[in-house]
């Protein structure tokens, strides 16, 4: 029997990864977006229903992050809709340290189907994707982390991660944290991006309010900028500090240093436009 697979954020970092394997498996695949056919926002429930029709699978991502407060509410609903509409496998990404998405992981551990929570931490590609490329290219990331360490992930790694339990048994009731290799700061994180670029990069610690205001200034919204860096400075005290194995334990393979994360992106001239 043909799973049918939603893949809800399908334009992210992690969802169009997840949709492209999928495919190229020549499995089927739907993705969300506003613009989409039928077209998805998680602010208007009544977008919800088309795009669950004759799925099986979900590849569930929230925007803009599981920390907002409105989030819980809407995963929920979401579920539990999933549920009446025969959805028999929810695979949720998560954050690791993060309390708000904790919740969020109970609510879909407890929305009688089949599910796994994919419990990640900081993403390599944030620094090649939209949220830090332009601070890369401009040689200097402001953030406030001061001197903490990161097990930073690669996004291609938690797609792998979440296409093998999306298409293979034996993952159902598992919540995997899913990290890089090893432990770096986000000022070792600038200097392999700037030796595998040929750049000029270096981190520049800023306290939350000075990151906030930098936001708003660049045109986050305010309450979108207030709640990443309140989520910032909350993830980024030290509590993330570890390492595990769940990309080996899954895939069967290490996990993407952040070295080859670094010198594959760079090869990609994304830092050099």
């Not at 708000?100 to 590609?125: D, H, K, N, P, Y």
């Not at 990069?201 to 045109?219: F, I, K, L």
């Not at 290490?254 to 070295?259: I, N, V």
Request: net charge negative; glycine share 10%; proline share 4%.
């Amino acid at each position: 029997m043909t799973t049918n697979f939603l893949v809800v954020g399908g334009t992210g970092k992690t969802g169009r990864r997840v949709a492209d394997r999928l495919r190229e498996r020549g499995l089927p695949v739907r993705i969300t977006a506003r613009r989409g056919a039928p077209s998805f926002d998680w602010s208007d429930r009544e977008t919800w229903v088309p795009v669950l029709k004759g799925v099986d699978a979900v590849y569930l991502t929230y925007y803009p992050d599981l920390v907002v407060p409105e989030a819980a509410a809407d995963i929920r609903a979401f579920t539990e809709l999933a549920v009446t509409q025969g959805v028999r496998h929810l695979v949720l990404l998560s954050g690791r340290g993060e309390e708000e998405a904790e919740a969020c992981e109970r609510i879909v551990a407890g929305a009688g189907t089949g599910w796994t929570v994919l419990r990640c931490s900081w993403f390599a590609q944030n620094f090649s994707e939209h949220f830090l490329l332009d601070a890369v290219r401009g040689g200097e990331i402001a953030l406030p982390a001061g001197t903490v360490t990161e097990p930073f992930v690669d996004v291609r790694d938690i797609a792998d991660v979440a296409v093998k339990v999306l298409t293979e048994p034996g993952h159902t009731g598992q919540r995997y944290e899913l990290t890089g290799p090893r432990l770096l700061s986000f000022a070792d994180a600038a200097a392999d991006i700037a030796a595998a670029s040929g750049r000029d990069v270096r981190y520049v610690p800023v306290s939350a309010e000075e990151y906030a205001a930098a936001a708003v200034e660049y045109g986050v919204p305010e309450a979108e900028a207030g709640a990443l860096t309140e989520l910032f400075a909350r993830v980024l005290d030290g509590r993330n500090e570890s390492v595990t194995h769940d990309v080996e334990r899954v895939l069967g393979r290490p996990a993407t240093d952040f070295e080859d994360f670094a010198r594959d992106a760079a090869a990609t001239g994304v830092w050099a436009r």
